[in-house]
């Protein structure tokens, strides 16, 4: 009996429960609360259930699975070196139709808009001590486009990778929780229940056009826009020549499937105990938050200016949909103006804030990339 018990103490000695830590359990109750969120509340669960069980499988002590040489190291590859993150955006750019934008071209201004926040919160985050090369990781969040920060952090500040991915993604799920508020506080229900005209039909030589032209006039403005937003135009293009239907078909389905699961357990890997809770981590994520916030505000007022400009013929909510969480935040304004009044559609109308907050953030981060590097 005594040899059991010795053998019993020794097996308890060397398992995980042994080694698990208070911050472990934090972790996992992260984890869970995240799952839940995922799977109970439908918020964005084909990012946070990866990404939350990938927390939970790093915070299961001696399991090896992030060492050198663990399936999860293997995994963090394609995060450490921007090949997942690039390869979204051109899933993103064969799923995206760009016809709102090019059909209403003054909202590329409301894209721009939306960037607000990256600035806020990168003067915000200098403040706080960060150098300007982490400040400008941190700042990014603003344009709640979880690919283009984990590209800018792992070029500028991979050390707070964990942190700022975390950040970037949770606030994109919560989208539909956050920007209502915000909305709500800077419109008022006249302005909600604003029509908009249809929008001009685009022809398929301009749509044909537009990636190839996006292409090079971003490339030979800004080289170091070339990754991310190359990659988002050839997905565009793919998706509207008409003669590569099965590559357009691979982007939008299989390729960006298994890229999302990789990227979501690799950022959830990120998330061990011993470099996730630190003081550094809560001062990100609430910067993160007030980029993000800031964003959306300053996408609406720029909408109200628009509104008045145009005559009220501009719903100024559509502003909203300027920050890069597509098409999440176009969806949101289409939801609260719909509460106001149920016979309006916004949606395509809120798509070419959408997506332009998608090319204007890649454009922050590589006048980032430009100024810092």
């Known amino acids: 009996m005594e040899l059991y018990l010795q053998s019993l103490a020794k097996?308890?000695?060397?398992?995980?429960?042994?080694?698990?830590?208070?911050?472990?359990?934090?972790?996992?109750?992260?984890?869970?609360?995240?799952?839940?969120?995922?799977?109970?509340?439908n918020f964005e669960p084909l990012l946070l259930v990866p990404i939350a069980f990938g927390c939970v499988l790093v915070n299961l002590?001696?399991?090896?699975?992030?060492?050198?040489?663990?399936?999860?190291?293997?995994?963090?590859?394609?995060?450490?070196h921007e090949i997942y993150p690039v390869i979204i955006f051109m899933g993103i750019g064969a799923l995206t139709d760009?016809?709102?934008?090019?059909?209403n071209p003054i909202t590329f201004l409301l894209g721009a808009a939306a960037q607000f926040g990256v600035f806020i919160a990168l003067f915000g985050a200098m403040m706080m001590g960060f150098s300007v090369k982490e400040a400008a990781s941190i700042a990014i969040i603003g344009g709640a486009d979880g690919p283009t920060s984990i590209y800018l952090t792992m070029k500028m500040a991979p050390q707070i990778l964990g942190a700022v991915a975390v950040a970037a993604y949770s606030y994109m799920s919560l989208v539909p929780l956050i920007q209502p508020p915000i909305i709500?506080?800077?419109?008022?229900?006249?302005?909600?229940?604003?029509r908009m005209d249809g929008l001009r039909p685009v022809s398929k030589t301009e749509k044909i056009l537009f990636p190839i032209v996006c292409t090079v006039a971003a490339g030979l403005l800004l080289p170091m826009s070339v990754p991310l937003i190359g990659i988002l135009m050839f997905g565009n293009l793919i998706r509207e020549c008409g003669v590569t239907e099965r590559l357009s078909q691979a982007a939008q389905?299989?390729?960006?499937?298994?890229?999302?699961?990789?990227?979501?357990?690799?950022?959830?890997?990120?998330?061990?105990?011993?470099?996730?809770?630190?003081?550094?981590t809560i001062k990100i994520i609430g910067l993160g938050l007030v980029a993000f916030v800031a964003s959306t505000v300053g996408g609406v007022?720029?909408?109200?200016?628009?509104?008045?400009?145009?005559?009220?013929?501009?719903?100024?909510?559509?502003?909203?949909?300027?920050?890069?969480?597509?098409?999440m935040a176009a969806r949101v304004v289409q939801s609260v103006s719909q509460?106001?009044?149920?016979?309006?559609?916004?949606?395509?109308?809120a798509m070419g804030p959408?997506?332009?907050?998608?090319?204007?953030?890649?454009?922050?981060a590589s006048v980032m990339l430009t100024l810092l590097s």
């Open 253 to 280: 389905n299989e390729i960006l499937n298994i890229t999302t699961v990789f990227l979501g357990l690799s950022v959830g890997a990120t998330m061990n105990a011993g470099d996730f809770l630190t003081p550094a």
């Open 98 to 103: 760009f016809a709102p934008l090019m059909a």
């Open 11 to 41: 097996v308890f000695g060397e398992s995980g429960f042994a080694a698990l830590t208070w911050g472990n359990v934090v972790m996992l109750l992260v984890a869970f609360t995240f799952l839940y969120l995922a799977i109970v509340k």
């Open 339 to 349: 509460k106001e009044n149920p016979g309006n559609f916004l949606l395509m109308h």
């Open 354 to 364: 959408n997506v332009a907050g998608v090319i204007g953030t890649a454009v922050a």
């Open 184 to 194: 709500k506080m800077f419109t008022t229900k006249a302005d909600r229940a604003i």
């Open 301 to 327: 007022l720029f909408g109200q200016l628009m509104k008045t400009m145009s005559g009220g013929k501009i719903n100024p909510m559509i502003g909203a949909a300027g920050v890069s969480a597509v098409p």
């Open 61 to 80: 002590p001696l399991s090896g699975i992030m060492d050198q040489g663990g399936f999860l190291r293997y995994v963090f590859f394609g995060t450490e």
